[in-house]
């Protein structure tokens, strides 16, 4: 290979690292940090942007897939630092076990997929793959990666010195509550929902057949940690 496509392959190459850091920087640095009463978030208009947890290929998840494909596995509490980013919520959470993987840090930071979405037009809660938020002071098994884009927030005052992590599917598959919580319901999607209507359900369905299969799987996850 000669010299010219040395140069061209690093143009390219700089060029996608330039839309990539353009891209983060747009969704995940500049934000707009804020605290949201809980009259707020509870009166917001509940959106199920995605109807089932198990994705857009409807994937049937084991135990096993889901410990696979996760970097890692840790149990602890959700804390009440939050950053309202776009289209995202990072919020911290303290480890307490650690069943795969290393964190450098008991305080770690993960990022939730469905967010609050408010401006003049529209204030609503937008549900993501089944997902629902932790809530402070609750017990969880969280299955995680490592957020790839730390490099490029790295100066920005919100992100520096923080363990972020992404859940491993963005799913409801990926959080499992190990406080007792409210009984979850089938959500009927031709009903107008508030948030505050289902905020202490543990996963968003539209079928009794899923809402049967995210507790089998659950049944499976708290039986591992219990012999881990």
Do not use: C
Not at 21 to 48: C, T
Not at 170 to 190: G, W
Not at 199 to 228: A, G, M, R
């Amino acid at each position: 290979m000669n010299k010219k496509w040395f140069v061209v392959i690093f143009i390219i190459l700089a060029l996608v690292d330039v839309v990539v850091g353009f891209s983060v920087r747009k969704k995940y640095v500049d934000i707009q940090p804020r605290s949201l009463s809980e009259k707020v978030e509870d009166e917001s208009v509940f959106v199920l942007v995605t109807s089932s947890f198990k994705g857009i290929n409807n994937e049937k998840f084991s135990l096993e897939k889901i410990i696979k494909d996760s970097d890692v596995i840790v149990k602890g509490t959700a804390l009440r630092d939050r950053i309202y980013a776009d289209q995202t919520i990072l919020t911290a959470f303290n480890v307490t076990k650690v069943y795969k993987g290393d964190i450098t840090n008991s305080k770690i930071y993960v990022f939730e997929p469905s967010y609050f979405l408010l401006n003049k037009r529209d204030k609503s809660f937008r549900a993501w793959w089944g997902y629902n938020l932790m809530k402070p002071g609750h017990e969880y098994i969280l299955f995680l990666k490592k957020w790839k884009y730390t490099n490029f927030v790295r100066y920005n005052p919100y992100y520096r010195g923080k363990d972020i992590y992404i859940f491993t599917h963005n799913s409801a598959i990926d959080k499992f509550e190990l406080n007792k919580s409210s009984v979850t319901k089938v959500i009927n999607p031709e009903d107008s929902v508030k948030y505050g209507q289902v905020k202490d359900y543990e996963v968003f369905v539209y079928n009794k057949d899923e809402l049967t299969e995210y507790y089998q799987l659950k049944e499976k996850v708290l039986n591992w940690i219990s012999q881990n």
